[in-house]
């Protein structure tokens, strides 16, 4: 087998304490055809020195892992790690509350699973990431459905739909209301780049200049946003009643 036989598989990094669970893990993701492990660690501090070297497409983070660190650990892989900006962290935990939930998205993860779930679950959680999109455990995914369903207006969702991945990058960044050459700077490509998509997505938007371009990115990043957040509050508040 050539050294590149996997190059075109996308790379999961893991970070749990418990051997078993690690071994778990990369038994069922090395067994697909589209991702494979490209490293593990069994603490924070590890994970935070061996991720920038083997740059993964994803991080899977036991959320409880030394103490809580977990957290910590979601917070810094960006800062820590260069390398890989454009990295998604997916929870993976015991824990299947709010509170966990709300200090995981906080932080930055992309994706919650309980390790109660069914082992497809992981896989799924996983190529939604891959996907840019949001994954939660199926508790808050069908709570998100049923209470904040159409928040997206359906024009723009399948006009962003036509979207290439790099430009999707793009586009939600725009709507965090990141500057052009700070787009260059985390995406790891030059200015001129990121003018390109920016000029691509606008014509399959059908908008006329960066202004309108900039305003509708930062309603869809809101629209997407909000339910979460609210869903967020809702889970809070119920848990206190």
């Not at 690690?22 to 603490?43: F, K, P």
């Not at 910590?72 to 509170?99: F, R």
């Not at 455990?137 to 709570?143: E, G, L």
């Not at 990121?194 to 000029?199: K, L, N, P």
Request: glycine share 4%; hydrophobic share 40%; with cysteine.
């Amino acid at each position: 087998m050539t050294p590149d036989a996997h190059s075109h598989k996308k790379r999961i990094f893991i970070v749990d304490d418990h051997p078993l669970v690690r071994d778990w893990l990369t038994s069922l993701i090395n067994q697909q055809s589209d991702i494979i492990v490209c490293g593990e660690a069994g603490s924070a501090s590890e994970a935070l020195r061996l991720i920038p070297a083997v740059a993964p497409h994803v991080v899977m983070v036991e959320i409880s892992v030394e103490a809580d660190s977990g957290i910590e650990l979601i917070k810094n892989i960006k800062a820590a790690c260069p390398p890989v900006p454009g990295v998604a962290v997916i929870v993976l935990s015991e824990q299947d509350d709010v509170t966990h939930l709300q200090s995981a998205l906080h932080a930055g993860a992309r994706g919650y699973v309980t390790k109660r779930e069914a082992t497809v679950n992981v896989l799924e959680a996983i190529r939604c990431v891959l996907q840019g999109r949001l994954y939660l455990s199926n508790k808050w995914a069908a709570m998100e459905h049923d209470e904040f369903a159409g928040k997206i207006p359906p024009g723009m969702k399948s006009q962003v739909a036509t979207l290439s991945q790099r430009e999707l990058e793009v586009f939600q960044l725009l709507g965090r209301c990141s500057g052009t050459k700070q787009i260059a700077r985390e995406l790891q490509i030059s200015y001129k780049t990121v003018q390109t998509f920016c000029a691509r997505i606008k014509t399959k938007l059908k908008l006329a200049n960066f202004t309108e371009l900039h305003r509708e990115a930062v309603r869809w990043h809101d629209s997407r946003q909000e339910p979460i957040m609210r869903l967020v509050a809702v889970g809070f508040n119920r848990t206190q009643n």
